[in-house]
């Protein structure tokens, strides 16, 4: 099973700043990496597929970045509306989550 | 607008069984991969099942095969799961999801709003 690793756990930024998520596979998933991003007693929303390529809908703060074993989603200035938790997904082989990085308000 | 709107769930005893379903609205559900994901009580997402277009071909997380039964209804744009021999460790929400990607692997674009289900004596 691939096991996929996100940092730091939680995160403090403020408003206006830039928030940077990283996620780390236990082996190499090309760039068959996806990023969610979900609010308390919501689903998941997709934010980034292909490691680099927004889902629909999603604005242009949101970036994705990497391949292999190492990716980081960027959000530039935050929006109130941001602070969520984000979890990363492979897809190359099965499909495995990691444990979410929670985005807080500093 | 895709809509995935979820129905079922519920409190069972262990051992028990129950059925989860999805309706799908806003695509062409016959030519979508579908699949389930599973949030534990305060915990992440765990893949459950992928089922293919045709219904034929479906997939499991090693937990649950055996006792979990993926299926759909392309004509009534539902996606179904039935949940048998349940364990008190299978206590999550279970969200449908619509497969994006190839059928190599898929990442979830789409996703119904979850229904809980709670496994306890």
């Known amino acids: 099973e691939i096991v996929m690793t996100q940092s730091p756990a939680t995160l403090s930024v403020s408003p206006g700043e830039r928030a940077t998520l990283s996620c780390r596979a236990s082996?190499?998933?090309?760039?068959?990496l996806a990023w969610y991003q979900q609010k308390p007693g919501q689903a998941p929303r997709l934010l980034i597929f292909g490691a680099s390529t927004r889902a629909t809908g999603v604005p242009a703060r949101f970036s994705g970045t990497g391949s292999g074993t190492e990716f980081t989603l960027t959000i530039t200035s935050l929006q109130s509306e941001d602070f969520a938790v984000y979890y990363c997904?492979?897809?190359?082989?099965?499909?495995?989550f990691g444990q979410g990085t929670k985005l807080e308000i500093k | 607008e895709v809509q995935l709107v979820q129905s079922g769930g519920g409190l069972v005893q262990p051992g028990g069984s129950l059925r989860l379903s999805c309706a799908a609205s806003?695509?062409?559900?016959?030519?979508?991969?579908m699949s389930w994901v599973r949030q534990a009580p305060g915990k992440g997402l765990e893949w459950v099942a992928n089922i293919q277009q045709s219904g034929i071909v479906k997939y499991y997380v090693d937990s649950v095969k055996g006792r979990f039964t993926t299926s759909r209804d392309n004509a009534k744009k539902s996606l179904f799961l039935q949940l048998n021999s349940l364990r008190v460790e299978d206590t999550a929400v279970y969200f449908c999801?619509?497969?994006?990607?190839?059928?190599?692997?898929?990442?979830?674009?789409?996703w119904g709003q979850g229904i809980l289900v709670t496994v306890s004596s």
């Open positions: 999801a619509r497969g994006g990607g190839s059928d190599s692997g898929l990442y979830f674009d789409y």
């Open positions: 997904q492979q897809y190359n082989l099965w499909y495995t």
């Open positions: 806003g695509f062409t559900f016959s030519s979508y991969w």
């Open positions: 082996e190499s998933v090309s760039s068959n």
